[in-house]
């Protein structure tokens, strides 16, 4: 990140760049199309978004496996997989 070379920001308040966790934490990630990787797994995207995400480190396995449910059972109710 750049040092500021005069004046000040506040994002969500929280002061830039004295508070930057705060920043980092109140911003999401928003792509304007669907980023996947074809090296990755569906778990492994799910695992990447839900740190993306900020998941406290004890409930990742977690926050995974009910993405990973919930995908499948959309692509179940839209017909995509049987």
Same mark, same amino acid.
């Given at each position: 990140?750049l040092e @500021? /070379?005069?004046?000040?920001a506040v =994002?969500?308040g +929280?002061e %830039? @760049?004295?508070?930057? #966790?705060g920043?980092? !934490?109140?911003?999401?990630?928003? @792509? !304007?199309?669907d =980023? &996947?990787w #074809?090296e990755?797994t $569906?778990?492994e995207? &799910? /695992? +990447?978004?839900? *740190?993306?995400?900020?998941? @406290?480190?004890d !409930?990742e396995?977690? +926050? $995974?496996v *009910? &993405?990973h449910? &919930?995908? *499948? /059972?959309?692509?179940v %109710?839209v017909g *995509?997989?049987?």
């Open positions: 990140m @500021p /070379t005069s004046g000040s =994002i969500n +929280f %830039v @760049p004295t508070q930057m #966790e920043v980092y !934490q109140s911003m999401g990630f928003c @792509p !304007q199309h =980023i &996947l #074809e990755l $569906v778990r995207h &799910l /695992t +990447f978004y839900t *740190r993306l995400k900020f998941a @406290p480190t !409930q396995e977690a +926050f $995974v *009910r &993405l449910w &919930l995908a *499948r /059972t959309w692509l %109710v *995509r997989v049987d």
